[in-house]
């Protein structure tokens, strides 16, 4: 845990927790002229942002809208003369003609009782296709087409007639003998309801049918449907402006649905947008329900209104997790198009967690969102194992990359290494400049050559000027010059072998600065240096940028190496106030007004710059320049052994005001050489003075103290500091103070010292898990509130601690808010312990499904294997079993016989011996 307290805490601010430890490192001499240019090859950076491949998947709403079958019609009506009978005889006709009557008068139970008696008592009637015809009709409204296809199919054939035919062929549909109906259909002359319904048969039969129909000229009962029928098939053929010119007037309230779902489609592929958010949220309106419909008019309306798409994926996740799917892509593709790489990073892991597809392509972005928000390990591991799975070269090449840019370089060259022979040139060239790269970095010379010729197959030029800077930077400039395509470094690399006549002639007529400024080197090569001046000022005064900031400090310097110290000191001031930004060159620029005041014998002068230097940029190594440079020109002479110079010094100027200052200096220097008894005399010395440097020699004695742990004595000078005014020296003593009382085990002592000092955020989060540890967690929650309403940015971070108290407080659901909020962290360990936490949660709550979704994202999340995964493992392995998931129980847990913690190892074992070997 300590582990990932120190890594999180590196997320925040980057805040001074040491005191201004003043060292000697090495001496930065001024620039000086010289006969050579020296340059750099420019390290090749790895793309700031990754190519997002836009993620897809196969959704055609036209599957979703089927075809609805002719449920809603009433059946041609065959009509015969109706049998008399006088006084009930005879008695086949009295009875066949009061079932007519019942039938008119629609007393369907009546009528079907008189005829099923008249079919069994009369078989040989020559009305008895009729009565079989009615009983059809009947079983038919009564929507028991199995019976009435029988009725229908012996009236049919007693006396093939085309109503009770046609009739037959309606409910063969309604019932999916398609092609039963077809044939049918076939024995009978053709009309517009025979046309009709042949039509509607082979669209059920998956032909494309292109019906010239006719709706008003059909039986009436079919007209309604027939409108429906011609506006669907016309949207399944993509007739879409055809499509609209059907209206279902029926009332089956099903095809007023499908009807205006249709509608709303139309109008969406017509890309009359207005109109089917419209259409959309009129069967919203009218139709709201849990079914499938409702789903369809979410998606709709998720589509029509991109910037509702969200609202309505979340809406359907609950009701069909792939049309949520489908929606949340689109959620993705937005936010990856406008470059908000957090929020697309969110919504990747969202529907990685909601549904099981497209996963490949899934990680893929989710890895290249990470990479584009700047999380290159979180990154790096992901497009690791799509690489290895996948053998993808897009994936081994962004794996390349992501290493690259955390300078891990070696794995950057096994990724690489993967597709320098990759059939596609973009991706092959791109890979060997990298690798390129890579070994040039690493002075991996051989690889490097071999892949530089590879190069050559590919980009000539670009070859053999990375050719050139293995010359160059080897010192071999004739064989540099030989190999540079680039003109300037072919031209400095002529110049550097000696060939200034070479280097001319390739400088010559160019109007390029950089040419400009090597003409002027060689200019000084000649000591024609009034002719470098002026190009050097020319080359300046044309812009801001850093070679007429070179320019212009090499420009004030020729004046300072002739020994014109007050013209020096004018350039130098000038070249201070064009380029006011405090960087190395400005701060070299005012040493060299100093140093031009020290020769011009003005010492008061120079010696009130180098005091003012020292004390403006204390622990920077540009103001040890200037305190050496003191000591130096003090001294009149130069040594490179530091400590004799300073010593002597010291010796010969022991009231010197900054004497103190390189006392620090020299206990320093004996430190980095392991001579501690030299150093700790120095700082007992200082101890005793009541100044800034003796309350800093105090603080170092007591740090040499803690190191060689003599903590008690450490402890002893540390408490006489914990007042200091001196804030640096404030907040650094009573830092290590705290730190010994927490080595110690003193966590209550530590965590009242570390309340001295929480005004500083990185204390206030240690404090925070000290006081966890401690069991003070409103405490802790106190400054972890702070920190998060401070840091929205490390929100999922902060939640994660949050998160963990309130679960430790049996606060379940306010834990949840937070657990949630913190999987968001691009720390995988955070994420994946979140998840864990989440799993416990749902897991004491009887939620078993949530709990298992919830321990296996802490597996997926975190690649590592530690206490959290294998626990993860193990809990969710207990679920799988108990939901009779044997053989997924088994797969999940036995990763962890390869763990290093031998108790969970045992009861993998054990539970082992119960489940089925996992052969995957």
Request: proline content about 3%.
């Amino acid at each position: 845990m300590k582990k990932l307290i120190f890594s999180l805490i590196a997320l925040f601010i980057s805040i001074q927790a040491k005191a201004n430890v003043i060292k000697l490192p090495e001496v930065v001499f001024p620039i000086e002229i010289v006969s050579q240019v020296l340059e750099e090859k420019p390290i090749l950076p790895a793309p700031k942002n990754l190519d997002f491949k836009p993620l897809y998947d196969n959704l055609d709403v036209k599957d979703y809208l089927p075809l609805q079958k002719p449920y809603s019609v009433h059946l041609p009506f065959l009509k015969i003369k109706k049998p008399t009978a006088y006084l009930g005889i005879p008695k086949s006709n009295a009875l066949l003609s009061d079932s007519i009557d019942y039938f008119e008068r629609k007393d369907f139970l009546f009528a079907q009782e008189n005829l099923k008696k008249f079919v069994e008592k009369y078989k040989d009637n020559e009305n008895l296709f009729y009565a079989y015809y009615l009983l059809g009709y009947i079983d038919f409204e009564f929507k028991k087409y199995e019976e009435a296809k029988n009725y229908l199919e012996k009236s049919c054939s007693l006396n093939p007639l085309k109503e009770n035919c046609l009739s037959y062929a309606i409910t063969l549909i309604n019932l999916n003998e398609f092609e039963k109906a077809y044939q049918v259909l076939q024995t009978l002359q053709e009309d517009q309801d025979v046309a009709f319904y042949k039509a509607v048969a082979k669209a059920f039969l998956k032909e494309k049918t292109t019906p010239n129909v006719d709706c008003d000229n059909i039986d009436v009962e079919s007209a309604d449907y027939c409108r429906y029928f011609l506006k669907h098939v016309s949207f399944l053929n993509g007739r879409f402006k055809e499509s609209l010119n059907y209206r279902y007037n029926g009332q089956d309230k099903n095809l007023k649905k499908v009807s205006l779902l249709i509608d709303g489609f139309n109008y969406y592929f017509l890309k009359s947008y207005d109109k089917a958010e419209n259409t959309f949220k009129t069967f919203l309106q009218n139709y709201l329900s849990s079914d499938n419909l409702t789903n369809l008019a979410y998606l709709g309306l998720g589509l029509t209104n991109p910037d509702k798409t969200k609202e309505y994926a979340e809406i359907l996740e609950t009701r069909d997790n792939f049309l949520s799917y489908y929606l949340y892509l689109l959620v993705i593709n937005k936010y990856a198009s406008e470059k908000d790489w957090l929020n697309t990073f969110a919504y990747i892991q969202k529907v990685l967690n909601l549904i099981d597809r497209n996963k490949e392509n899934l990680r893929f972005d989710l890895a290249v969102s990470l990479y584009n928000l700047g999380n290159y390990d979180y990154a790096l591991n992901i497009f690791q194992d799509l690489a290895k799975e996948k053998k993808d070269e897009q994936s081994y090449l962004y794996c390349g990359f992501s290493a690259y840019s955390q300078k891990l370089y070696q794995k950057a060259q096994e990724c690489l290494s993967n597709i320098k022979e990759s059939k596609d040139q973009d991706i092959r060239k791109t890979a060997l400049i990298y690798l390129a790269e890579v070994y040039y970095i690493l002075n991996d010379n051989e690889n490097y050559v071999n892949t530089v010729s590879l190069l050559k197959d590919i980009d000539e030029n670009l070859a053999y000027d990375y050719l050139g800077w293995y010359f160059f930077k080897n010192q071999d400039y004739e064989n540099a010059y030989k190999a540079f395509r680039d003109p300037y470094m072919k031209a400095v690399s002529a110049f550097n072998a000696g060939n200034t006549e070479k280097a001319k002639e390739l400088i010559k007529n160019k109007n390029n600065r950089k040419f400009l400024f090597l003409s002027a080197y060689i200019d000084i090569k000649e000591n024609n240096i009034q002719s470098a001046k002026e190009k050097l000022k020319k080359i300046a005064n044309q812009s801001n940028d850093e070679l007429s900031k070179k320019a212009y400090y090499l420009y004030a310097y020729l004046y300072f190496s002739e020994g014109n110290f007050q013209e020096a000191i004018k350039k130098f001031d000038e070249f201070r106030k064009k380029f006011p930004e405090d960087d190395i060159y400005n701060q070299k620029a005012f040493l060299r007004i100093a140093d031009s005041y020290y020769n011009l014998g003005e010492h008061d002068v120079a010696r009130s710059m180098y005091k003012e230097f020292i004390e403006k940029y204390k622990g920077k190594k540009e103001s040890i320049d200037a305190a050496y440079s003191l000591v130096l020109l003090e001294t009149k002479g130069e040594s490179s052994e530091k400590d004799k110079v300073i010593e002597n010094f010291i010796a010969k100027y022991p009231n010197y005001p900054m004497v103190d200052t390189l006392k620090l200096q020299l206990a320093s220097i004996y430190e980095e050489k392991g001579e501690l008894e030299k150093a700790e005399k120095i700082y007992k010395e200082l101890s005793q003075k009541n100044t800034q440097e003796g309350n800093y020699a105090k603080y170092k004695l007591a740090e040499i103290y803690y190191k060689s742990n003599q903590t008690d004595k450490a402890k002893n000078i540390l408490s006489q500091l914990i007042d200091s005014p001196d804030k640096d020296i404030y907040f650094q003593t009573n830092l290590l103070l705290a730190k010994i009382y927490e080595e110690e085990g003193d966590k209550d002592k530590a965590i009242e010292i570390y309340q001295r000092i929480s005004d500083n955020d990185d204390i206030k989060f240690k404090l925070s898990n000290l006081l966890i540890d401690v069991g003070r967690y409103d405490e802790a929650l106190t400054y972890l509130n702070q920190l998060i309403e401070k840091y929205p940015d490390k929100a999922p971070e902060i939640s994660f601690y949050i998160g963990k108290i309130k679960y430790k407080q049996n606060n379940f659901d306010e834990a949840i808010s937070y657990l949630e909020a913190a999987t968001k962290s691009q720390n995988y360990n955070i994420a994946s312990e979140s998840y864990f936490l989440l799993g416990e949660i749902y897991n004491s709550k009887k939620d078993l499904n949530k709990a298992l979704n919830a321990y296996l994202n802490a597996i997926y999340v975190n690649p590592q294997l530690n206490n959290i995964t294998a626990n993860a493992r193990l809990k969710a392995s207990d679920i799988l079993i108990k939901a009779e998931k044997r053989k997924e129980a088994s797969c999940i847990i036995t990763p962890l016989l390869d763990y290093n913690d031998e108790n969970i190892k045992n009861i993998v074992k054990e539970k082992m011996k119960n489940l089925p070997k996992c052969l995957r």
